[in-house]
């Protein structure tokens, strides 16, 4: 049972515009919710996070959306950059922002940013 | 200050076979996870070790076995090895205790023929 769903498994956008990554969750027990960037031959790493008595968290060009009710969190990159082309994961945890809790990874959505 | 490191980068072994990978946390870190992700796949918790003890587990057989030293250094140990085993290995430490992300090392890929 996939816990932490990623339906788009690419995406590709131009150099400036928004991306938007997009990511479903099932378990109401999941507090706490990341994202990750994986280059090629290099281990995740971390992008942002965000608590679930938050609705929103901004970090630079990152952003991440986090609705409840819909049990949905999307990351939105403005302006998209090429050094953005990665593949990005989506994570959550019963364990608030506490970061001993084991993750819950979605399968990935691989983002292209070209010029 | 060095992240979490991993060996080795690269395994081959046959079926049947047991492997060990290792796992330096970064410095300051006591806390270490590992994970395995196949292809195409997000990385999928096998289980974590704090104090030289496994605090979680994942759904995972119990050929898969681990081991945290006084250093806070780990290893993964899989014995009887599948083919389904073939995955990279991912290693992520964090501190007990502490606000924060888990930091992931590069991984190990093992591949079993």
């Known amino acids: 049972d996939q816990q932490v769903k990623q339906n788009s498994p690419s995406l590709s956008v131009q150099e400036g515009r928004i991306s938007i990554l997009n990511c479903d969750y099932t378990n109401s027990m999941f507090d706490y919710f990341l994202w990750y960037k994986k280059y090629p031959a290099e281990g995740p790493t971390f992008l942002i996070s965000i608590s679930s008595i938050k609705d929103k968290n901004e970090d630079g060009r990152f952003t991440v959306f986090l609705n409840k009710s819909a049990k949905h969190l999307s990351l939105h990159i403005v302006p998209s950059q090429p050094g953005d082309s990665a593949v990005y994961f989506c994570?959550?945890?019963?364990?608030?922002?506490?970061?001993?809790?084991?993750?819950?990874f979605g399968t990935g959505t691989r983002l292209q940013v070209f010029p | 200050d060095a992240g979490v490191t991993q060996s080795p980068t690269h395994l081959i072994k046959t079926r049947g076979q047991q492997v060990t990978l290792r796992c330096s946390p970064k410095s300051g870190h006591d806390t270490v996870s590992w994970y395995q992700q196949a292809l195409g796949q997000g990385p999928q918790f096998i289980f974590q070790?704090?104090?030289?003890?496994?605090?979680q587990r994942g759904n995972f057989p119990d050929r898969f076995s681990g081991h945290q030293f006084p250093n806070y250094s780990s290893e993964l140990n899989v014995n009887a090895l599948l083919l389904g085993d073939s995955a990279l290995y991912l290693c992520a430490s964090s501190q007990t205790g502490h606000y924060g992300e888990q930091y992931f090392g590069p991984g190990t890929r093992l591949t079993v023929t």
């Open positions: 994570a959550a945890s019963e364990g608030g922002a506490y970061n001993t809790d084991k993750l819950i």
């Open positions: 070790y704090y104090e030289e003890e496994e605090r």
